[in-house]
């Protein structure tokens, strides 16, 4: 069985500042790991996903996310943060030799104060 | 651009009525699925297919079924709708290569009462 973890409900910070949002999995084989982001009434999107090699994936709108196998970790982060990143943040992940629909987190909130 | 288009935005039934939530994608994709979202759960799934008449339960299909008759099209039937079913749904389609990415419709809001 396929599991993630994000164990915060709400990431509060300062515009300009640096953010971080935790994901945390669990698989029983090679991980594909995605991040997607929910604007409020939209649906989910995209915006980046580790499939193989390096281990920093960087994605659109400035994000990128970290992977790293040995914390079974994939948090993603922006150097900057701007108001209008403030969304819903799911993280995802699908064993490559499992089922073919994704395994979600809970999501994360994220508030970026003016 | 990848569309994925739901049926309805938003949608209010009784107890009891069947309901049809529709999903169509135009990228010719051999996977559809079809989500829940509740607060604190995140995105449960319900259904997925991954061939036209093709269909695997996911994590939570009690309650629901789904009809995948053309290859675009994908079917949510609820056969009794109840008021645990009040939900946020979201519908998505992928590639059958595991690596893609899964593109989601903008969803549709169930209120049974």
């Known amino acids: 069985a396929q599991s993630v973890a994000q164990p915060e409900d709400q990431v509060n910070v300062a515009e300009g500042n640096p953010l971080t949002v935790k994901c945390t999995y669990s698989v029983s084989g090679n991980p594909y790991l995605f991040w997607y982001v929910q604007y409020p009434n939209r649906g989910l999107q995209f915006l980046l996903k580790y499939i193989t090699g390096d281990n920093l994936v960087k994605g659109s709108y400035g994000f990128e996310a970290e992977f790293n196998k040995s914390q079974t970790s994939f948090h993603l982060k922006k150097p900057s943060a701007l108001v209008s990143d403030s969304a819903l943040y799911f993280c995802?992940?699908?064993?490559?030799?499992?089922?073919?629909?994704?395994?979600f987190g809970s999501g994360t909130r994220l508030q970026v104060q003016p | 651009d990848v569309k994925v288009t739901q049926s309805s935005r938003y949608l209010v039934k009784r107890t009891g009525e069947k309901v049809f939530l529709e999903c169509v994608q135009d990228?010719?994709?051999?996977?559809m699925f079809w989500y829940r979202q509740d607060p604190g759960l995140g995105l449960r799934l319900i259904y997925f297919s991954y061939d036209v008449k093709m269909k695997e339960k996911g994590d939570i299909p009690e309650g629901y079924s789904v009809s995948r008759e053309k290859k675009e099209r994908f079917s949510l039937i609820l056969e009794s709708a109840s008021t645990n079913q009040t939900s946020m749904y979201l519908c998505?389609?992928?590639?059958?290569?595991?690596?893609?990415?899964?593109?989601f419709g903008p969803g549709t809001r169930l209120t049974v009462t």
């Open positions: 990228m010719d994709h051999e996977n």
């Open positions: 998505a389609s992928s590639w059958t290569e595991s690596s893609y990415e899964q593109y």
């Open positions: 995802a992940v699908r064993d490559r030799a499992g089922r073919r629909a994704l395994t």
